[in-house]
Nanobody
Framework: QVRLVESGGGLVQAGGSLRLSCAAS????????MGWFRQAPGKEREFVAA????????FYADSVKGRFTISRDNAKNTVFLQMNTLKPEDTAVYYC????????????????WGQGTQVTVSS
């Protein structure tokens, strides 16, 4: 069992930056591919970014490519999402997810989820 806890959300002006963290419990964190999703009010949860177990490969949604960076520190059981040049349309609850079985873009492929952290970008 893995428990995921996100932090780092908040209110920021457009053009600003935030860094989200996701701390994982459990001893096998390094065995899991990890991802970030987001859900805006009235919308479905959507894929943002994912990273392989060894950090060798990263994946991004087109909407965040070039602005967001996913990384992980397996020694600290933590995955990060650096978000730069934020836009009002990035406003959402951001969720950390892990243990991928299937497509990285699909919520059903992830076995573990955090509780989410709110990101609000003002114009």
């Amino acid at each position: 069992q893995v428990r995921l806890v996100e932090s780092g959300g908040g209110l920021v002006q457009a053009g600003g930056s935030l860094r989200l963290s996701c701390a994982a419990s459990g001893r096998t964190f390094s065995n899991y591919g990890m991802g970030w999703f987001r859900q805006a009010p009235g919308k479905e949860r959507e894929f943002v970014a994912a990273i392989t177990r060894s950090s060798g490969t990263t994946f991004y949604a087109d909407s965040v490519k070039g602005r967001f960076t996913i990384s992980r520190d397996n020694a600290k059981n933590t995955v990060f999402l650096q978000m730069n040049t934020l836009k009002p349309e990035d406003t959402a609850v951001y969720y950390c997810a892990g243990d991928i079985s299937g497509s990285i873009y699909y919520t059903g492929s992830y076995n573990y989820w955090g509780q989410g952290t709110q990101v609000t970008v003002s114009s």
